[in-house]
């Protein structure tokens, strides 16, 4: 076996490949256990090699191949005839998410945010199996605020707001009272910016009191009690709703929001599959492979629900540009169209006029070598046969 796998390793064929192809070696050699006709003989394995080694050959991109056109047109052709359906239900869940073409628009165009940021969360072993114990997690994930735990009354006689926990609630969401007197407040100051107030807590009654600075502006009262209403005490703030399904025998939990940061931080949560649509997101905290291998996956996945194939390599071309300079940028003007160092390619592509002066400005200089520019002043492109050049030398 371990001869077979270093003749394959000195092929140099892809690693995928390699590894997929020793993956059902493996598991004949098992099979041939109990069954010896399952066995690969090295005859059959020398076939196999052989055939790899020419599918791959002609599978190969010619030299001075119009690689980014055909990406261009095979990623284009096919969106032309995608729904501009945008919102779909996502299963029995319920879960709001963006499809179809404005979705593959959000991912070329990098955005910052999402329209429906969602995370598939996936749950470690002793978790995924137990529905109590992933319902506790969902708890400690979904953003529940403060109304959520008792009764808020606004005595106005004393000018004051009156919340009264309730203990059963907080013991069914495995949170202590203590806690939310505790959160409450702080989170007021902290991530809602309201700090014109004061409070005073009674942890054996469950009583948490909040009176404004100002005593005399009801308005301020009323304020206030917005506030006190929709502070989050349990929960990731970004994370609006959390739904448990029960999918290939274990609980998954699917949300509206996404904040990987904070949900890998749960005890319980599986971190090597759980997963955001939000590539910015991914960037900022995996780094700029996994948002590459995000690009590629959501991408996939876009064209895919329209059941429109496109060859990865396309997408994966698109991926590798707009993540090769260690950050993700888009396609557009303000990211690797907008960057290209020819002129009349940038004018070619946004507002020509602006780069035209711009570059005047700057005495810049076209050297012609990309595809857009030789095409605009009428020469032949520097690609195919276009790139060979042929020199005569003549005989004195």
């Known amino acids: 076996m371990s001869k077979r796998f270093f003749e394959l390793i000195a092929i140099g064929l892809p690693h995928r490949t390699n590894t997929t192809l020793a993956k059902i070696i493996i598991a004949r050699e098992i099979d041939g256990l109990n069954d010896p006709t399952r066995i690969v003989t090295d005859e059959h394995y020398s076939k196999i090699l052989a055939q790899m080694v020419k599918e791959y050959k002609h599978t190969r991109i010619e030299p001075c191949e119009a690689v980014g056109v055909v990406a261009a047109q095979s990623i284009g052709e096919p969106g032309t005839q995608m729904t501009m359906r945008t919102f779909h239900y996502a299963g029995v869940a319920e879960i709001n998410v ?17 329209s429906t940021p969602t995370m598939t969360i996936y749950l470690r072993e002793g978790y995924s199996t137990d529905r109590d114990k992933a319902r506790q997690v969902s708890w400690q994930i979904e953003a529940a605020p403060l109304q959520e735990f008792g009764d808020i009354t606004t005595d106005m006689a004393n000018m004051q707001i009156v919340v009264h926990v309730n203990k059963a609630v907080c013991e069914k969401r495995k949170i202590s009272v203590r806690e939310i007197l505790e959160i409450g407040p702080k989170k007021i100051k902290e991530r809602r910016h309201y700090r014109d107030f004061d409070f005073e807590t009674n942890e054996s009654e469950g009583l948490l009191i909040f009176l404004p600075k100002d005593r005399g502006s009801y308005q301020n009262l009323f304020q206030l009690k917005e506030h006190v209403r929709n502070v989050i005490v349990q929960g990731i703030d970004d994370i609006e709703r959390v739904v448990v399904r029960k999918e290939s025998g274990e609980y998954i939990l699917y949300t509206e929001g996404s904040n990987l940061k904070d949900v890998f931080a749960i005890r319980g949560v ?6 955001t649509n939000n590539i910015n997101e ?6 700029v492979e996994a948002a590459r291998n995000a690009i590629i996956n959501e991408a996939l996945a876009t064209l895919g629900e329209q059941g429109i194939m496109v060859d990865v390599r396309h997408i994966m071309l698109v991926a590798d540009m707009m993540c090769m300079e260690g950050e993700v940028k888009q396609i557009g003007r303000h990211g690797i169209a907008g960057e290209k160092e020819s002129v009349l390619s940038r004018a070619a592509f946004e507002v020509t006029v602006n780069h035209l002066l711009d570059a005047a400005v700057a005495h810049e200089a076209d050297i012609l070598c990309g595809v857009t520019e030789n095409v605009i002043v009428g020469q032949p492109i520097q690609l195919g046969t276009g790139d060979v050049k042929l020199v005569v030398k003549q005989k004195v």
Do not use: F, H, N, Y
């Open 98 to 114: 963006t499809l179809g073409l404005p979705r593959l628009i959000e991912i070329m165009d990098a955005r910052k945010e999402p």
């Open 270 to 275: 599986d971190t090597t599959r759980t997963r």
């Open 282 to 287: 991914i960037s900022q905290v995996l780094g």
